[in-house]
């Protein structure tokens, strides 16, 4: 397996709290989700917001902000936060097709997929996790092609209608695949462990799966693997996390 390149993110000194989500799967038919992080990002206290992708249920290009007036709302509350706190954003399996173009215009800072968080004595991997869940060799086929250069200029030249289009193809047939599955893929157990010993890391932090716990790491006594949680707010659900970090080590998991 080739070696895997980490990111870096440098948190300062005086730094006190780190706040991290991620599979928001934001979209104009689950309002009361929206709201719920709406709510936190102008609320919070932490210094960062940290976002671990799949913050939108799909994406299918930066120009299709422009039409769609929930994505618009969605680029305020970046906009809004990114100027009291620092907001990072780690592409996801849904939204990897956000575009530097985007951030930039919503003040948000694109992290690389994996990244090691360096703060004070704290190093932290963080990833989305799709790309740890080695046990979906469907969707890694996918993955790989989906993450070149040709693919995705390939993709954005199409027009806006029919990506939208493809993208719905593809949610459908992902949806009849997972439901194929005899049990859904989790990280795998070799790779975590070498992405902290690569690190020089005892603690992954990952979302993507939607089973939110924390697990000790095979192979590597004292290390730990937290899932953050999905979020979905609706009539029936109330499940919204935040997984906040403090500058002395401390981690909770708050409900948003
Ligand atoms: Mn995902």
Known sequence: MASTAFGTFEAPAGWQAVDLISDL??????PGTFEAWRDHMQGTTADAVLLLGDVFEVWVGDDAVA????????????????????????????DFLVGGAF????????LQDPTVLVWGTQRVVLSHGDALC???????????????PDWQAEFLAKPLTERLAMAQAMRAQSEAH??????????????????????????LIHG????????PVEGLPGAIRQVLSDWHVNATQQRAQVL???ADCRRERLPA
């Open 25 to 30: 799967h934001l979209q104009a038919a689950e």
């Open 67 to 94: 039409q769609d007036p929930f994505l618009q709302t969605c680029a305020q509350v970046l906009r809004d936060a990114s100027r009291r706190m620092t907001v990072g954003f780690m592409p996801g399996n849904r």
């Open 103 to 110: 951030l930039g215009s919503c003040g948000v800072q694109l």
């Open 134 to 148: 080695l046990g979906d060799e469907a969707y890694q086929r996918f993955r790989v092609v989906a993450r070149t």
């Open 178 to 203: 997972n439901q194929s599955m005899v049990s859904f893929a989790d990280a795998d157990a070799a790779m975590t462990r070498d992405w902290l010993q690569a690190a020089n890391s005892q603690h």
């Open 208 to 215: 993507h799966t939607h089973r939110p716990a924390d697990h």
């Open 244 to 246: 906040r970090l403090h």
